[in-house]
Structure formats: C-alpha cells, structure tokens
C-alpha cells in the first residue's frame, strides 16, 4: 500500500468532478481525480450542447470534456484512469481501492454520474451492439439510410432523434404515452421534422433479427393491438440510473440509488464525503448544474478540510 494519503480523492470525471478538480487545484489541495475507465461523463456520449454558458454558437460534449479536463490538468490535478472497486467511508483516513490498489485520503468528492436505463426486454440484450444502442451519438453514424426507431418521450430521446435524421432514413419515435415529456422547443423541432414518425401510446416489446436487428414488435397501450415494422436500429433513451453500487451501505442514499446531500451543500451523511453532480441530482441533471455543484463540493471540501485537520 502507497503510505501517501490524499488531501481530496475526487471519484468520477465528468463536469462535476472535473470542475471540483478545478477548484480543488487552484486552492493548492493537489486532487488526485480517479477518472474511471469511460472519462468524461455522460457528455461523452452527446453532440451539441447548446445550453453551456458561454458557447454562443454551441459546443460538442467531448470537446467540452476534453477543454474542462485539460483546465483541471493545467493546475496540476493528477488522473488514474481506472475505476474504483471499493470504498470504506467508516473511518478516516477514507480508502478507496482501484482493483488492489489501495488510496486514502482526508477528504473525498463523489461524482460518479448515471448510467443509461434499459427496457429489460431479453431480445434487447441479445442485440446489444448489434443494433441496439443507448447512444445515437456514438452509434448513429452506422445507420446510414437505414430505419431506426428511439424509445422515450423526455430530451434525450427528442435530441438523439434529431440526431439521427443525420444519418437514417427514417426515424420512428415510439412513446408510451400521447405526449412528451421533452422541452417544447425539442418536442416542436421533433414534431417538425420530415424524417421523423411517432408512434404514441405505443411499448416496444420485443426485437427481432439474425445477427443483426431486422424488425421490432411494438404494442398499443389503449388497444393492445401488437404489429410488427422492420427495423435497423433501436435507440432506447428512457432516463438513467445514479452509479452507486460501490457506495452501498457506505452513504446514505434515497430509493433510486441517489445520493443524498443536506440542504444547499454537497455534504453527504458521512462527514468528509462531498457528492456532487447527477449522482445526487435527479431534478437539474444538466451538465452546468453538474459542474456547479462540483465548485460547491470542492469550495465544501476545502472549508471542511481546514476546520478537521
Ligand atoms: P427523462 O426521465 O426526462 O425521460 C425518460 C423518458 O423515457 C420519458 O418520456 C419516459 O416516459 C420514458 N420511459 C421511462 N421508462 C420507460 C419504459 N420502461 N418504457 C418506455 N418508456 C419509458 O430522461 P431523459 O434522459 O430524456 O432526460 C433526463 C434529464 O436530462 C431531463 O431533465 C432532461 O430535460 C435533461 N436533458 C436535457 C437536454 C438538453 O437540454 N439539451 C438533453 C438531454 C436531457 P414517460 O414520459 O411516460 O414517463
């Protein structure tokens, strides 16, 4: 075991933790950002960002997370590029493993994020890769000219659907219900655009193919009426999940897995533990209120670490 123990281990690398690498560097507490093995967040996986203050003309997500981590690096926060397998928060200093490798630290900053939710149809696992996806951005490019469907009624789903008129021929929006839950501005772009069908009150029940994804079965929710349409590709882009498996037991969460902070902080139920961005966000989920959140746990941090040590 390394002897060293950290000032502030910040767990998890997309906006959130990024920007309370930022602070936590530029205050001289010399982070140690353990950034996972898909750096850089949910961003990763989007296009354009519209809504990041201060980029008029809007920004791709990666180029966003690849500015914010450089600007992390340039006041010396240092990465391991692997993920933790384990924390112990019961006593101070706190451990955090990386595989068998064991760190401690003062201080430590969550901001692991969420992950995409599936359906849970068996056949949506068989095709996993193989015209299934949960990201149009990274997969979209392989359904040139061919029909594409996208399951879910909130932003993500009116965003990647847009996207995806990119490539496709067409793209089908299935919904289950007979409106979206997406900003009118999206929900108005979608329902303009010529590429795109929607399919209301509408569940995808299963997907059919060979090696590849053929055709889906979908399932009216008033009439019950089943039909099948060929398919290329299916989109699944019904919300997330907050990654805290490893935290279990550790922290206090809510139902959904979502770490819980105290009022107008990032203070978590263990003192010393900082959470910030969606891993305790289930409301905002934006990549600004993200990395705001991130600010305030390593300005929380930092004013914790001076009054305990
Ligand atoms: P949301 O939770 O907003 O939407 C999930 C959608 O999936 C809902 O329409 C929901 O249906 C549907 N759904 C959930 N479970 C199932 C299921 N089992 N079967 C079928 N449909 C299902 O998630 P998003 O990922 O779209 O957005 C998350 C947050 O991020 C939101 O706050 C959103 O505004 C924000 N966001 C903002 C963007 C931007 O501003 N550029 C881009 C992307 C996201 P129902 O409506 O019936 O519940």
Redesign the pocket.
């Given at each position: 075991m390394d002897k060293t123990i950290e000032n502030i281990l910040i767990i998890g690398s997309g906006p959130a933790g990024l920007t309370a690498a930022i602070y936590a560097a530029r205050a001289n507490l010399n982070p140690l950002m353990i950034e996972g093995e898909e750096v850089g967040g949910q961003l990763m996986t989007t296009t354009d960002?519209?809504?990041y203050p201060g980029f008029p003309d809007g920004v791709m997500g990666p180029d966003l997370m690849t500015l914010t981590r450089k600007q992390a690096e340039r006041f010396g926060t240092r990465f391991v590029s692997s993920n933790v397998s384990k924390v112990d928060f019961s006593s101070r200093p706190f451990k955090v493993w990386v595989s068998d490798k064991e760190y401690q630290a003062n201080a430590v900053i969550i901001s692991t994020g969420a992950s995409a939710?599936y359906?849970g149809l068996e056949s949506e696992k068989t095709f996993l890769g193989k015209g299934v996806s949960a990201c149009a951005t990274c997969d979209g490019a392989f359904f040139r000219n061919m029909n594409v469907a996208i399951?879910?009624?909130?932003?993500?789903?009116m965003?990647e659907a847009l996207f995806l008129t990119r490539f496709a021929k067409k793209v089908m929006v299935i919904?289950?219900?007979d409106e979206?839950?997406?900003?009118k501005i999206m929900v108005d772009r979608v329902k303009a655009h010529e590429k795109i069908e929607i399919l209301w009150n509408t569940?995808l029940v299963e997907i059919l193919g060979d090696t590849l994804v053929k055709s889906i079965k979908v399932k009216n929710t008033q009439s019950g009426e089943e039909q099948g349409l060929p398919m290329d590709g299916v989109f699944i882009?019904?919300?997330?999940r907050p990654n805290t498996s490893i935290f279990k037991g550790q922290i206090e969460m809510n139902d959904q897995g979502y770490i819980e902070t105290k009022s107008k902080s990032t203070y978590t139920s263990v003192d010393g533990v900082f959470a910030a961005g969606d891993v305790q966000d289930h409301v905002?989920?934006?990549a600004i209120s993200a990395a705001g959140t991130g600010c305030m746990a390593a300005i929380d941090c930092e004013r914790w670490l001076t009054e305990n040590s």
């Open positions: 960002v519209e809504n939710t359906l399951v879910g009624g909130g932003d993500t789903a965003e919904h289950r219900r979206f839950r997406a900003s569940q882009a019904i919300g997330h905002y989920r934006q």
